[in-house]
């Protein structure tokens, strides 16, 4: 599966998600085909439930719709819901990629992560800022990615928190090159090489290309003054 070589071989440049959170909901297969055609590698869709964050979003028919609409896409799903392990079949089923959950919503991380790999998807695990980065350190093996969130999770287009930096430090320094460190909010040109010199490899914008005029110029900003090399973890 195209997915797995993306998310597991070290990169040479940073990924580039693009969030179609900051997307324009009513041309959203026009919006996603365009952020691909212009350098991102894969798409972030960012599921919320209202409960687990205050707001909603959207659910496993827009992936599927999306999948039909974009057979080669990677589809990294994020679910910011209070009980991700509902939905790892349905979005396998809908084509998802990869599936992220958030360790505060999970009793059983580890378990969680076996069942997405068992349905042939790969999976991250997200923090959130006020989380000990304890919280994650013990299961990073059950993992392919580890997803820092640099906002409190809900809505694009907030400020970049980068109190999140040092997590970020201390996560990236106990991953294998085969495993990657995603970073989520306020990622943009400013904000990016800081993300990168922490240890991050993956970049994940909604605001920072879709408030662009220029998805393609937004998207090589977002990568630029990136020095990461293969296996460099
Ligand atoms: C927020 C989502 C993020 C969001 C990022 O809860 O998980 O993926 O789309 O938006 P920007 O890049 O605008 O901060
Ligand atoms: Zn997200």
């Known amino acids: 599966m195209a997915t ?6 070290p990169p040479r440049k940073p990924l580039v998600g693009a969030s179609i959170l900051a997307a324009d909901f009513a041309k959203m297969g026009p919006e996603a085909r365009s952020a ?10 960012d599921v919320m439930d209202g409960h687990f964050v205050p707001n909603l979003t959207m659910g496993p028919d827009m992936c599927r719709s999306l999948r039909r609409e974009l057979p080669d896409a990677l589809i990294d799903v994020h679910l910011m819901v209070t009980d991700p392990g509902l939905f790892a079949e349905p979005f396998a089923a809908a084509g998802a990629d990869h599936l992220t959950f958030h360790i505060e919503a999970v009793e059983d991380p580890a378990a969680l ?13 997200a923090i959130n800022p006020p989380t000990d980065v304890s919280r994650v350190m013990g299961v990073l093996d059950a993992v392919d990615m580890v997803l820092i969130m640099s906002i409190n999770p809900g809505f694009a287009g907030q400020t970049f928190m980068p109190e999140v930096l040092g997590t970020a430090r201390t996560v990236s320094a106990a991953l294998r090159p085969d495993q990657r460190l995603a970073i989520d909010g306020g990622v943009n040109r400013a904000t990016a090489p800081a993300c990168l010199a922490a240890g991050c490899d993956v970049l994940l914008a909604a605001t920072a290309i879709y408030g662009s005029q220029d998805y393609a110029e937004a998207v090589a900003a977002l990568r ?6 293969s296996g460099s973890r």
């Open 4 to 9: 797995t070589t993306l998310l597991s071989k």
């Open 36 to 45: 691909l055609d212009s350098g991102a590698d894969f798409l972030h869709f």
């Open 113 to 125: 992560a076996a069942t997405i790999h068992e349905l042939d998807m790969t999976a991250g695990v």
């Open 224 to 229: 630029s003054g990136a020095s990461i090399v």
